[in-house]
């Protein structure tokens, strides 16, 4: 399978129809077509349902838009890799994973003096969960990443940020707890909760209040805290998170946990992978920051 007929299937689906791709992709609608035809016969499946002015993708179809986005996307990178060989250090390009966390603020600064001592380097920060952000590391998709414990780094290397992130609620300024200056763990009992769908971050969350996750009151789970705000303000439930993470709009408070629960970030990537002179350098940076041999 070329990873041309993949580009071409991808455009089909962003534009909707195959005159719209033709045109992005400045060949004709006919070969387009042929080349569309030429992909289902090697997959031996139907990718699209033709409607009216519009194509809608099937099961299959689907299922390989997913997979065509993460193969051009490493593709891509691997070319710039390469690309990046050809100049060695100070003009390459980093792709870095980032959490929801205080320490995107030591990521940013740490960035901030790398592109300053080498302004023709390029960079992506791709913002997720710990898990979708792990998934792209094992795929090639970042070079390296900072996420937050719990997380089992057997695969990975590591450096330990000095700064913990301690956890909380986060409430709604007019909640009854908001008044209180610590959450205590029979705080949490029978409190309606928003909770991280991770497993370990839940089992962390029930070893603190000492109990099983089944006792708790969770009403949602949630991966990314910008949606859940509203929820929050409003009172339909508080959200369990760490004190770093970004919170939009008023009306919300941040309450610790009492007996203080505080976990690290670390700046994590792949054991056995090569890496590009720029993705070393950076490193380099990091650990001469934090004076760590580690």
């Given at each position: 399978?070329?990873?041309?007929?993949?580009?071409?299937?991808?455009?089909?689906?962003?534009?909707?129809?195959?005159?719209?791709?033709?045109?992005?992709?400045?060949?004709?609608?006919?070969?387009?077509?042929?080349?569309?035809?030429?992909?289902?016969?090697?997959?031996?499946?139907?990718?699209?349902?033709?409607?009216?002015?519009?194509?809608?993708?099937?099961?299959?179809g689907l299922f390989l838009k997913s997979r065509a986005e993460e193969i051009?996307?490493?593709?891509?990178?691997?070319?710039?890799?390469?690309?990046?060989?050809?100049?060695?250090?100070?003009?390459?390009?980093?792709?870095?994973?980032?959490?929801?966390?205080?320490?995107s603020d030591t990521m940013a600064l740490i960035l901030e003096e790398f592109?300053?001592?080498?302004?023709?380097?390029?960079?992506?920060?791709?913002?997720?969960?710990?898990?979708?952000?792990?998934?792209?590391?094992?795929?090639?998709?970042?070079?390296?990443?900072?996420?937050?414990?719990?997380?089992?780094?057997?695969?990975?290397?590591?450096l330990v940020l000095p700064r913990t992130e301690r956890w909380g609620l986060?409430?709604?300024?007019?909640?009854?707890?908001?008044?209180?200056?610590?959450?205590?763990?029979?705080?949490?009992?029978?409190?309606?909760?928003?909770?991280?769908?991770?497993?370990?971050?839940?089992?962390?969350?029930?070893?603190?209040?000492?109990?099983?996750?089944?006792?708790?009151?969770?009403?949602?789970?949630?991966?990314?805290?910008?949606?859940?705000?509203?929820?929050?303000?409003?009172?339909?439930?508080?959200?369990?998170?760490?004190?770093?993470?970004?919170?939009?709009?008023?009306?919300?408070?941040?309450?610790?946990?009492?007996?203080?629960?505080?976990?690290?970030?670390?700046?994590?990537?792949?054991?056995?992978?090569?890496?590009?002179?720029?993705?070393?350098?950076?490193?380099?940076?990091?650990?001469?920051?934090?004076?760590?041999?580690?």
């Amino acid at each position: 399978m070329e990873i041309r007929l993949l580009k071409y299937f991808v455009t089909i689906v962003s534009e909707g129809t195959v005159s719209k791709a033709a045109d992005v992709l400045h060949i004709t609608q006919p070969t387009l077509s042929r080349q569309l035809k030429e992909l289902e016969t090697q997959l031996d499946t139907q990718l699209f349902v033709r409607e009216k002015n519009h194509l809608r993708l099937t099961e299959a179809g689907l299922f390989l838009k997913s997979r065509a986005e993460e193969i051009i996307e490493l593709t891509d990178n691997t070319q710039q890799e390469f690309f990046d060989r050809k100049k060695q250090l100070f003009s390459g390009h980093l792709t870095i994973g980032c959490v929801e966390a205080d320490n995107s603020d030591t990521m940013a600064l740490i960035l901030e003096e790398f592109i300053a001592d080498y302004p023709q380097v390029t960079f992506n920060i791709y913002t997720e969960t710990s898990d979708d952000i792990v998934e792209r590391l094992d795929k090639g998709l970042i070079d390296l990443a900072i996420l937050l414990e719990p997380i089992n780094m057997e695969k990975y290397h590591r450096l330990v940020l000095p700064r913990t992130e301690r956890w909380g609620l986060l409430v709604s300024a007019e909640s009854f707890l908001a008044e209180s200056q610590t959450i205590q763990p029979a705080d949490l009992m029978g409190t309606p909760l928003l909770l991280s769908g991770r497993p370990d971050v839940q089992q962390l969350i029930a070893q603190w209040a000492n109990c099983a996750v089944t006792d708790l009151n969770v009403v949602g789970n949630f991966n990314l805290s910008f949606n859940i705000i509203p929820l929050v303000a409003r009172q339909v439930a508080a959200a369990v998170s760490i004190e770093g993470a970004p919170v939009y709009g008023s009306g919300i408070k941040f309450v610790p946990f009492a007996p203080s629960m505080q976990t690290n970030c670390v700046l994590a990537w792949r054991r056995e992978r090569e890496m590009t002179p720029v993705v070393r350098e950076f490193i380099r940076y990091f650990r001469k920051a934090f004076a760590t041999k580690k």
